[in-house]
């Protein structure tokens, strides 16, 4: 694990706006989890396509985009009207492929044998005393060879100072992908700021993680 400064694409947790915070990021690449776990889907040419992914917190489409050009089926969930009005206006998306839901994560049902889930930076966002459902969902949710990939605050993050913030040691992290076949998972940590400009300390678990049973 190597320190860096540089700026994540993250708002903070409490009195942020996010019209700024999608302004400020729009744009941007699509997260390296997501190409990761795409690159392992595209060594094995036998699945069938289309395939179908699931991309919570889609926001304005940084994520989605990515799977919608490479002719993914994609269901955008996000709780923010104004994110999905966002994705619906961006003039490089396949609308045959992709699918809009505005929802909480809380009340969320998912559909059933999901090639991808991708969480990009939003689960800090979940109820920390009834994610460990959520979770549950999402596993239950991927069929076998389906992967999840995103992002989990660590237990020494800035956030922490949140109580409602959902964060994570590093042996909890492995505890909850017990049940998965961990591809790769790397864990970060270094001062920087929020894609708003604030100073905060980031502690963060980057995972890509298959589903084998």
């Known amino acids: 694990m190597q320190a860096q400064l540089h700026t994540l694409n993250v708002n903070p947790p409490d009195g ?5 915070y999608y302004q400020a990021v729009e744009g ?11 690159a392992k889907f595209d060594a094995d040419p036998l699945l069938a ?8 917190g889609c926001g304005d ?5 990515e799977l919608l050009r490479r002719g993914w089926r994609v269901l955008g969930i996000d709780g923010e ?14 609308r045959q492929y992709l699918e809009t839901r505005i929802d909480r994560f809380e009340v969320l049902s998912f ?3 999901v090639d991808l889930i991708n969480a990009s930076f939003c689960l800090q966002f979940y109820p920390p005393a009834d994610f460990p459902v959520f979770w549950q ?6 069929r076998v060879g389906g992967r999840f990939c995103g992002h989990l605050i660590g237990d020494r993050d800035s956030w922490t100072a949140y109580p409602q913030m959902n964060c994570f040691t590093r042996q909890q992290v492995i505890d909850l992908l017990a049940s998965l076949e961990t ?3 790397e864990e970060e940590e270094h001062p920087g700021k929020t894609a708003l400009g604030v100073e905060k300390h980031w502690h963060l678990f980057h995972i890509v993680a298959r589903k084998t049973a």
Request: hydrophobic content about 40%.
């Open 183 to 185: 591809e790769w998972l």
């Open 16 to 20: 942020h706006n996010w019209s700024d």
């Open 81 to 94: 009207e104004e994110a999905i009005a966002r994705l619906l206006s961006r003039p490089d998306i396949d």
């Open 28 to 38: 941007r690449p699509p997260r390296e989890t997501l190409l990761k776990a795409l």
């Open 49 to 56: 396509t289309p395939r179908f992914a699931v991309d919570l």
């Open 61 to 65: 489409g940084r994520d989605t985009v």
């Open 111 to 113: 559909p059933e044998n």
């Open 137 to 142: 969902k999402i596993v239950a949710a991927l």
